[in-house]
């Protein structure tokens, strides 16, 4: 244990990929998003898709985890998952949500903070059909974030599910879709040499951005 605090303690990289500066960035920071997300596409960054959501639950606790990003438009992000999970409990609770991308290949993060709602019932059936077969039965088979006995349990309901369901149109369970975050705040990080990171923040106000440069 030790030899493995002694390990990470001295891991250190310095960035040097890119800068980021107020004068090349759009003002509106979806836009900056959105490019982003071409040039970590372009970049082959691993799992680019792959965000941690944080929420926080009625008692004022935090949990995360990681979850992919279905699609984007303007200043709103899809994902989709159980709605009797922890997360779309706390969500039920507290709409309160911020999330995060780290693309290393880029030395990159962004940060998001807002709000979020169920997305339609229409958009929910239209990326559940065009799922898998497997993925489909998954979601009928796993009550998400429940404890259960044993892995054969699991196995039992996607055999059940998979016998159930031959044949035929899989519909979508009413515990399953999407969410979809709306960002009122924005934070794009660009790493730099001896931790001397680029930072900048957008804060929605009214229909305007505020930018603002943050200290690394
Ligand atoms: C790379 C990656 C992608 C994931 N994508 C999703 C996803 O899109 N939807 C989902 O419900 N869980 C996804 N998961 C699983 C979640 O991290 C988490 O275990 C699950 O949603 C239960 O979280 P909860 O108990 O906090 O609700 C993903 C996990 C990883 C590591």
Do not use: C
């Not at 040097?16 to 090349?24: C, V």
């Not at 606790?61 to 009797?84: A, C, M, Q, V, W």
């Not at 979809?180 to 680029?198: C, I, M, N, P």
């Amino acid at each position: 244990m030790s030899q493995l605090n002694e390990h990470i303690s001295q891991l250190r990289e310095d960035f040097m990929k890119g800068t980021l500066s107020e004068s090349d960035i759009s003002t509106i920071p979806f836009v900056v998003f959105e490019k982003w997300m071409q040039e970590a596409i372009h970049a082959k960054v691993n799992e680019v898709q792959a965000f941690h959501l944080s929420t926080v639950s009625k008692d004022g606790k935090p949990s995360g985890r990681i979850l992919y990003l279905r699609e984007f438009f303007d200043n709103h992000y899809y994902f989709y998952t159980n709605y009797e999970s922890r997360k779309a409990i706390d969500i039920s609770n507290n709409p309160f949500v911020s999330f995060t991308f780290f693309w290393p290949e880029l030395e990159r993060q962004i940060r998001m903070e807002g709000i979020i709602a169920i997305a339609s019932k229409e958009k929910s059936d239209a990326y559940f059909n065009v799922r898998p077969t497997e993925s489909q039965i998954g979601a009928w088979s796993s009550p998400q974030s429940k404890v259960i006995e044993n892995r054969n349990i699991l196995d039992a309901y996607v055999k059940d599910n998979t016998n159930k369901f031959e044949n035929k149109d899989i519909p979508r369970p009413e515990h399953w879709g999407g969410y979809v975050f709306t960002a009122q705040y924005y934070e794009f990080w660009q790493g730099r040499k001896s931790r001397l990171h680029d930072r900048i923040s957008f804060t929605k106000n009214g229909d305007a951005w505020k930018i603002a440069r943050l200290a690394p």
